[in-house]
């Protein structure tokens, strides 16, 4: 019965703490890397110390110290062993090709600035795809620039929403920054080019 109730409990932990980061926790970098793993630690600790209360209330011999310590090695291993090569060898960063569907949504809905890196369409990108969560669900990254009023940004949010809704896409992570910083350059050799610099993030939202 101890056994029974610590995987039912970390099933539903496991559970529960994918909700949380799918739809809370908005950013890449080490937080995507290192926050699933601690988070299946952090689930297997709570169901091994739910399964003690119960045990004791049951009158069961509870857990040993010497066994949840092999589990909880032995799950972060097995978590480490799915995670790791689904993050180190993600080669495929392309979005879904939805950009210029959600581009008009977003234009219908709001004034967007033109886009300095890109002249001639707004400031609206589909930078990346990037797995998410402890299940490591796909996710389309959406950047919008030069759109700072809430109220503007919840009725993107609010179209997006539906154009995924409808069209059943991949779930959107979707960063709303103050301005592109972009700096253009010209070699000697008469090549050109540019780069992004540090942006201000105002908000982040996800759609899901």
């Not at 739809?23 to 290192?34: D, H, K, P, Q, T």
């Not at 797995?131 to 030069?146: A, K, M, Q």
């Not at 779930?171 to 700096?183: A, D, G, M």
Request: some cysteine; proline content about 4%.
């Amino acid at each position: 019965m101890r056994w029974l109730i610590f995987c039912a409990t970390l099933i539903a932990t496991i559970f529960a703490a994918n909700y949380v980061l799918e739809r809370y926790v908005c950013g890449g970098g080490w937080i995507a890397y290192f926050l699933p793993v601690v988070a299946v630690i952090i689930c297997t600790l709570a169901a091994f110390l739910l399964s003690r209360v119960v045990s004791v209330h049951w009158h069961e011999t509870p857990i040993s110290s010497r066994q949840q310590r092999a589990s909880i090695g032995i799950v972060a291993a097995a978590y480490c062993l799915i995670h790791a090569p689904s993050m180190v060898f993600d080669f495929d960063p392309t979005p879904s090709g939805e950009l210029e569907a959600l581009t008009q949504a977003a234009t219908n809905v709001a004034a967007i600035p033109q886009s300095v890196s890109v002249p001639g369409r707004v400031g609206v990108f589909g930078d990346s795809a990037r797995n998410e969560g402890i299940f490591l669900t796909r996710f389309d990254v959406v950047s919008v620039y030069g759109v700072t009023q809430k109220e503007s940004q919840d009725r993107i949010l609010q179209q997006f929403g539906a154009y995924y809704r409808i069209h059943r896409t991949r779930p959107l992570h979707v960063q709303f920054y103050e301005r592109e910083n972009w700096t253009t350059w010209k070699g000697s050799n008469g090549v050109s080019g540019g780069a992004r610099g540090p942006e201000q993030l105002v908000r982040c939202a996800v759609i899901r």
